[in-house]
């Protein structure tokens, strides 16, 4: 009882962390807590089902300026398509990685699933508004448009690469926050 309340009290910091409504892009946010906290948050969606989820976190990643909260938006909305893309899948496999581009001066989070990929004729719109390839009633077509925005409010890029029938891969680019040296 006392794991689950420790789990319980986890979930609600994660899910207060991320809903914390400011329009400040200047506090410096780790992207690993970013992802944790998502991944805290989804855990019920996938934890009775085969879904494999991965995470391989970059040591000593470097802070990006931004808004936790709307970061936390972007690695919801990716993270949850993944799991719904691999749901019901033979050997359904998420990967969240995070690293640092020295080179660009970015960090960058991947999310990668093992789902049935994104069909090439629908590829151009998976960014626009209120497209969505979902049932009447289980998307509104606007987390990947809304990531795009946000991401691009931080000076940074969402993109992906999908393979039909072998899955899918999202990269955020963000820009690393200046030193305060």
């Given at each position: 009882?006392?794991?689950?309340?420790?789990?319980?009290?986890?979930?609600?910091?994660?899910l207060?962390?991320?809903?914390?409504?400011?329009?400040?892009?200047?506090?410096?946010?780790?992207?690993n807590?970013?992802?944790?906290?998502?991944?805290?948050?989804?855990?019920?969606?996938?934890?009775?089902?085969?879904?494999?989820?991965?995470?391989?976190?970059?040591?000593?990643?470097?802070?990006?300026?931004?808004?936790?909260?709307?970061?936390?938006q972007?690695?919801?909305?990716?993270?949850?398509?993944?799991?719904?893309?691999?749901?019901?899948c033979?050997?359904?496999?998420?990967?969240?990685?995070?690293?640092?581009?020295?080179?660009a001066?970015?960090?960058?989070?991947?999310?990668s699933?093992?789902?049935?990929?994104?069909?090439?004729?629908?590829?151009?719109?998976?960014?626009k508004?209120?497209?969505?390839?979902?049932?009447?009633?289980?998307?509104?077509?606007?987390?990947?448009?809304?990531?795009?925005?946000?991401?691009?409010?931080?000076?940074?890029?969402?993109?992906?690469?999908s393979?039909?029938?072998?899955?899918?891969?999202?990269?955020?680019?963000?820009?690393?926050?200046?030193?305060?040296?």
């Open positions: 009882m006392e794991k689950e309340l420790g789990r319980a009290k986890a979930i609600v910091k994660s207060l962390g991320l809903s914390r409504q400011t329009d400040t892009y200047k506090e410096k946010v780790n992207l807590a970013v992802i944790k906290d998502a991944c805290r948050i989804l855990h019920n969606q996938y934890k009775h089902t085969d879904l494999n989820i991965k995470t391989v976190y970059s040591d000593n990643l470097p802070e990006v300026l931004g808004n936790f909260a709307t970061l936390g972007v690695a919801l909305n990716i993270l949850q398509n993944a799991i719904q893309a691999v749901t019901g033979k050997d359904g496999r998420i990967v969240l990685s995070t690293r640092y581009e020295l080179q001066g970015e960090v960058v989070f991947e999310c699933d093992t789902g049935p990929g994104i069909p090439k004729s629908i590829q151009k719109d998976i960014f508004p209120f497209f969505t390839t979902k049932e009447v009633g289980q998307g509104t077509g606007l987390g990947l448009y809304l990531s795009h925005e946000i991401v691009r409010k931080h000076g940074g890029s969402l993109s992906f690469e393979i039909t029938d072998q899955g899918t891969r999202f990269m955020v680019r963000l820009p690393v926050a200046a030193s305060s040296g």
